[in-house]
């Protein structure tokens, strides 16, 4: 699934009517614990202006797992160091992704929790293999995602060639550049590594909090080492039964109904963005700028691909609203491209650390679990899915279409259906784009004994430490004393979801010619944006 943030490697060797497939192989790691000698971490001071607390180590470990005396590789990890007299632990946590580097994330969750409960743990970040700090970091290609890019509509056979051949060379140049780390940069080798985080740090047993991807690498460490987890929190949850071909196709419906929840929006606002206040209408200008842009790109960038690029986080956040909005009517309105550019700039481009991001998304996806190797699968279930769902149906195909050409096998996605943990805390919004309600429940339905939080009516992706009191207050119940919500119903225990946010009140972006900033959403900012794009 698509996360921004926010590869591959692979023979192109599969022709467009190809008809090669790939047979699931068994994990290369096996489900046991690590049993290298690990050495504790030394740590230094590393910390900044906004988390001075911060302190960083280094920890090698196995690339893989079932060989712990061959070659090695570097996690980068942070901590938050407790103060309290009542220590509860080193408490891991990660922002998703996956490709999401989690340093600054422990920065983030010890400054966001309530001081008396962050400071009974050791928050740990980390950065998986291969990301960020981490060694070595992966960039297949970097510059993949400049403008322009071609239409990602393959309305025309040129069009869907081009886009082909750009998915096909970024799996060829993943595969030259990193083909001897590809078959270890995956979920299982990732919560194998958790363990040997665990391990370094002394801990009999670790606490857990994950977003997004994060929720299925939190799961799946604790479906391997059921009995070295003690608390486990997991945001905005993949559903674990459709990794991850299907979970991209259901993606595609809900971030269309979330993009429709902008144009309601933005109708809403008619007196300040004058497009309208019919949302279907709202949505039909939408389209003709993005067909306008196909033909003339916005400054030479923005074409339809890349404003998708710009509109995505709109579907993670809706802080984001007030911004695309501002830019959305000085386009239409004003004739006047630079607040889409600068929209682009500041939400919809790529630069070094999403390239390094997207590498590790495509590497995982693609080993995780299996992908069809015939086009002609691809293209059926997508035009099917973009007849329902336009807003982001091709585009993220084409994100995810070089695991039709990996050039590994693929796992067999693991079964985290567990009934040996404590109690479990998952956090949801019914409204979520990038992990859909369903996910959550069917997380719930599988770890026995866990406890289901919704967010009614919310639709913004990473929940918790973001200003909703009632969310924030289970999870720091949570993490005092274990104490979960118990119900009857589907979901043990709701909140409201957060006002929605208003345009501003001045004469500010469009009408000065610059989009306005989006306020932060610190724990989807993190892993702009978690699972999915």
């Excluded at 920065?107 to 291969?130: E, H, M």
Aim: glycine letters at 8%.
């Amino acid at each position: 699934m698509r996360t921004r943030a926010a590869a591959l490697c692979g023979a192109a060797a599969v022709a467009l009517a190809g008809s090669l497939t790939a047979v699931p192989a068994e994990a290369s790691a096996p489900h046991s614990a690590p049993t290298s000698r690990l050495a504790k971490p030394s740590w230094r001071k590393c910390g900044t202006t906004e988390y001075p607390s911060l302190q960083c180590a280094s920890l090698k470990v196995p690339l893989d797992h079932a060989n712990p005396d061959g070659r090695q590789v570097t996690l980068a990890l942070s901590r938050v160091p407790h103060t309290a007299e009542r220590f509860q632990g080193p408490l891991l946590v990660n922002p998703g992704g996956p490709g999401g580097d989690g340093l600054t994330l422990a920065g983030f969750v010890a400054a966001t929790l309530p001081k008396g409960v962050a400071a009974q743990y050791d928050v740990i970040g980390f950065d998986p293999r291969g990301v960020g700090a981490s060694r070595p970091a992966l960039d297949c290609r970097p510059g993949y995602f400049g403008p322009v890019r071609p239409d990602s509509v393959p309305s025309t056979p040129e069009a869907e060639r081009a886009n082909l051949a750009r998915a096909k060379s970024f799996a060829a140049a993943c595969s030259r550049k990193h083909g001897q780390l590809l078959p270890y940069i995956d979920t299982i080798s990732a919560a194998h590594d958790i363990e040997a985080i665990r391990q370094a740090l002394g801990a009999q047993k670790i606490n857990y909090f994950g977003y997004s991807y994060g929720t299925y690498l939190g799961a799946v460490y604790a479906h391997l080492y059921p009995q070295r987890v003690r608390r486990l929190v997991l945001d905005s949850i993949v559903d674990p039964t459709d990794v991850w071909y299907a979970a991209n196709l259901n993606q595609d419906y809900a971030f269309n109904d979330r993009h429709r929840a902008f144009m309601a929006w933005v109708a809403k606002h008619d007196a300040r963005y004058r497009l309208g206040t019919d949302p279907e209408r709202v949505e039909a200008t939408w389209y003709a700028m993005r067909a306008a842009l196909a033909e003339k790109p916005a400054g030479g960038r923005v074409g339809a691909a890349e404003l998708e690029d710009t509109y995505l986080p709109g579907a993670y956040f809706n802080g984001f609203w007030p911004p695309l909005a501002e830019a959305f009517a000085a386009y239409v309105n004003r004739k006047n491209a630079a607040p889409l550019v600068e929209a682009y700039l500041d939400f919809g481009a790529i630069d070094a650390a999403d390239d390094n991001s997207y590498s590790i998304y495509t590497a995982v996806q693609c080993r995780d679990a299996f992908w069809p190797r015939d086009w002609h699968q691809w293209r059926k279930d997508n035009w099917a899915a973009y007849e329902k769902a336009p807003f982001m149906t091709w585009n993220n195909a084409w994100y995810n279409a070089p695991c039709a050409f990996w050039p590994t096998e693929s796992l067999r996605p693991v079964n985290v259906a567990n009934g040996k943990l404590p109690p479990v805390l998952l956090f949801q919004a019914t409204a979520d784009a990038a992990t859909p309600y369903e996910g959550g429940v069917t997380m719930h339905r599988l770890l026995a004994g866990s406890s289901l939080v919704v967010e009614q009516g919310g639709g913004n992706h990473g929940i918790t430490l973001s200003g909703n009191a009632c969310l924030d207050k289970h999870l720091a119940d949570y993490l005092t004393d274990g104490t979960v919500p118990r119900g009857s119903g589907e979901a043990d225990a709701a909140c409201d979801a957060l006002p929605e946010p208003k345009p501003p009140a001045t004469a500010t972006g469009a009408a000065s010619g610059k989009a306005v900033p989006a306020p932060s959403n610190g724990s989807v900012l993190h892993g702009l944006l978690g699972f999915g794009r």
